[in-house]
């Protein structure tokens, strides 16, 4: 007899509300991982629920060689749960199959305020970039219509795009402000708006 899913099942969830999913992109060491860990320590202390992806093009080795969930992955297991009471934390073998894309992994997640994507440039989310403008290849915002928002340690330009708002990069508050005014407002237990 087929069992019902669990309501957090990627197979029970509505397509994900772009509202609430933003990306951040930059170059490599722009500070991103900073900006994001301010971020979600302030909404989650707001009471917000927020996941986080973050893309990797390198190969993830979440497991210590030799413990006993890597052996029986790389003996073959499509999927490996390790679990405690604290946590858990599925590994997935694609094994050849296509990367899934930023849709399928959501979809993965449970339900949230805020996702918060870190990587997965090319999908077509809204994206604050971060942009220092120093030794870097340059800014993403002109060829990418995406872009919403830069944090920026720079002074704005004047050919900038209306659409796309410019931040401060050394204020995360300022950073956040616009956040919280982009995403809708979770609701909280009692059903009304948190702050």
């Given at each position: 007899?087929?069992?019902?899913?669990?309501?957090?099942?990627?197979?029970?969830?509505?397509?994900?509300?772009?509202?609430r999913?933003?990306?951040?992109?930059?170059?490599?060491?722009?500070?991103?991982?900073?900006?994001?860990?301010?971020?979600?320590?302030?909404?989650?202390?707001?009471?917000?629920?927020?996941n986080?992806?973050?893309?990797?093009?390198?190969?993830?080795?979440?497991?210590?060689?030799?413990?006993?969930?890597?052996?029986?992955?790389?003996?073959?297991?499509?999927?490996?749960?390790?679990?405690?009471?604290?946590?858990?934390?599925?590994?997935?073998?694609?094994?050849?199959?296509?990367?899934?894309?930023?849709?399928?992994?959501i979809?993965?997640?449970?339900?949230?305020?805020?996702?918060?994507?870190?990587?997965?440039?090319a999908?077509?989310?809204?994206?604050?970039?971060?942009?220092?403008?120093?030794?870097?290849?340059?800014?993403?915002?002109?060829?990418?219509?995406?872009?919403?928002?830069?944090?920026?340690?720079?002074?704005?330009?004047?050919?900038?795009?209306?659409?796309?708002?410019?931040?401060?990069?050394?204020?995360?508050?300022?950073?956040?402000?616009?956040?919280?005014?982009?995403?809708?407002?979770?609701?909280?237990?009692?059903?009304?708006?948190?702050?």
């Amino acid at each position: 007899m087929h069992q019902p899913s669990h309501p957090t099942s990627p197979l029970n969830r509505p397509p994900f509300d772009p509202a609430r999913v933003l990306g951040v992109v930059g170059r490599s060491g722009s500070g991103k991982t900073t900006l994001l860990e301010y971020l979600v320590a302030t909404l989650a202390g707001r009471g917000w629920k927020v996941n986080v992806i973050k893309h990797s093009h390198h190969d993830l080795e979440l497991e210590p060689p030799g413990k006993d969930s890597a052996r029986l992955r790389h003996a073959g297991a499509a999927e490996v749960m390790v679990a405690s009471p604290f946590r858990f934390a599925i590994v997935h073998e694609l094994r050849g199959a296509t990367e899934p894309g930023l849709d399928e992994q959501i979809a993965r997640l449970a339900p949230a305020d805020l996702t918060l994507v870190e990587g997965f440039k090319a999908w077509p989310i809204d994206k604050l970039e971060i942009h220092r403008g120093v030794g870097d290849k340059g800014p993403l915002y002109p060829t990418d219509p995406h872009i919403v928002a830069v944090a920026s340690t720079l002074a704005r330009p004047e050919d900038l795009r209306d659409t796309v708002a410019w931040l401060d990069l050394d204020d995360h508050a300022a950073v956040l402000d616009w956040l919280v005014k982009k995403i809708p407002p979770p609701a909280s237990s009692s059903g009304h708006a948190l702050p």
